[in-house]
């Protein structure tokens, strides 16, 4: 059994930034790919950004330029480094660690950009 903690969410005016952390009870970077997702109230949950066992990442065209993920294998943690925050990147944050036999989630953390 895995477990993740998410932390790092808050209240940000709009084009400030944020870093994410999440953080796995045991070393799973090279077993698990590891993704980010957010739900904004009334809407489906959508796939942010990944970061695959080895190393290659991609996002959604929405945060493309703004938002980096990343992570320490020394700390077990994963980041989402959010930057030029914009209103509608309002929701709440999921880690998920993920491969083709199970998933895992995190509990989420809320962002929220107002001003």
């Known amino acids: 059994q895995v477990q993740l903690v998410e932390s790092g969410g808050g209240l940000v005016q709009p084009g400030g930034s944020l870093r994410l952390s999440c953080a796995a009870s045991?070393?799973?970077?090279?077993?698990?790919?590891m993704k980010w997702y957010r739900q904004a109230p009334g809407k489906q949950r959508e796939l942010v950004a990944s970061?695959?066992?080895?190393?290659?990442?991609d996002y959604v065209d929405s945060v493309k330029g703004r938002f980096t993920i990343s992570r320490d294998g020394v700390k077990n943690t994963v980041y989402l480094q959010m930057s030029s925050l914009k209103p509608e990147d309002t929701a709440v944050y999921y880690c998920?660690?993920?491969?083709?036999?199970?998933?895992?989630w995190g509990q989420g953390t809320q962002v929220t950009v107002s001003s």
């Open positions: 998920n660690a993920a491969n083709n036999l199970r998933g895992y």
């Open positions: 045991t070393n799973i970077f090279s077993i698990y790919a």
């Open positions: 970061l695959s066992t080895g190393g290659s990442t």
